[in-house]
């Protein structure tokens, strides 16, 4: 079965400072992958996804993603936080197929130190 | 173009009442997906209509049901509210499902008391 793990609940950095958010699937076939991000009082939105190609994903908001098939990873980075990259972020896989569904990870609340 | 609307946004309801959560997706998507989000559950898949029938559906009991309409407008029913149901229900729209950009719509809050 589909699954998505993001092993860090909540992280706290610097503004200015890197960061690297986690996320492992599990999934058979190469998988449809996607960042959303939920900030304070706004819906959901999309950061960036993969399915083929290039394995370094450029995201909007200067967000960029790494898919690495031998760790199943497809991780989150930013060189450089900004105080509103401070949200709720999700990673979420989708197969392909006529069953097809998006399955979401817990989420990682990020905190911006000012 | 117009984004993905909810109404209502905030409802208040008790237990052992019904409810019913509207969504209008972007025009042109006819694929709709409905969420229930909570803090210790993250987002879990409720359903996803396409074209007027169900396509997909998640893990949930039968008092969750859904439809759409041939203009892509779809609701989602919750029967017999339990205190559990309290959660932010949310809509994504994208035009052929899971594997499209999904475009969410702002929630709708409710709180079963």
């Known amino acids: 079965a589909q699954s998505v793990t993001q092993p860090d609940i909540h992280i706290t950095v610097s503004e200015g400072a890197s960061l690297e958010l986690r996320c492992n699937y599990s999934y058979g076939a190469t998988p449809y992958l996607f960042w959303y991000v939920q900030s304070p009082g706004q819906g959901l939105q999309l950061l960036l996804k993969?399915?083929?190609?290039d394995t370094l994903v450029q995201g909007i908001k200067g967000f960029e993603a790494e898919f690495k098939r031998s760790q199943s990873s497809f991780n989150l980075r930013k060189p450089s936080v900004h105080w509103s990259d401070a949200a709720e972020y999700f990673c979420a896989v989708a197969g392909a197929g006529n069953n097809r569904k998006l399955i979401w990870g817990l989420g990682t609340s990020l905190a911006v130190n000012p | 173009k117009a984004g993905v609307t909810q109404t209502p946004r905030y409802l208040i309801k008790t237990r052992g009442q019904q409810v019913t959560l509207s969504c209008s997706p972007i025009?042109?998507?006819?694929?709709v997906s409905w969420y229930q989000q909570t803090p210790g559950q993250g987002l879990q898949f409720l359903f996803e209509?396409?074209?007027?029938?169900?396509?997909n559906k998640g893990n949930f009991p039968g008092r969750f049901s859904g439809r759409q309409f041939s203009n892509s407008r779809s609701e989602m029913n919750v029967s017999t509210l339990e205190l559990g149901d309290s959660a932010l229900y949310l809509c994504?729209?994208?035009?052929?499902?899971?594997?499209?950009?999904?475009?969410f719509g702002p929630g709708t809050r409710l709180t079963v008391l």
């Open positions: 209509y396409f074209s007027e029938t169900q396509r």
């Open positions: 025009s042109g998507h006819r694929s």
């Open positions: 994504a729209s994208s035009p052929g499902g899971a594997t499209d950009t999904q475009y």
């Open positions: 993969y399915f083929s190609g």
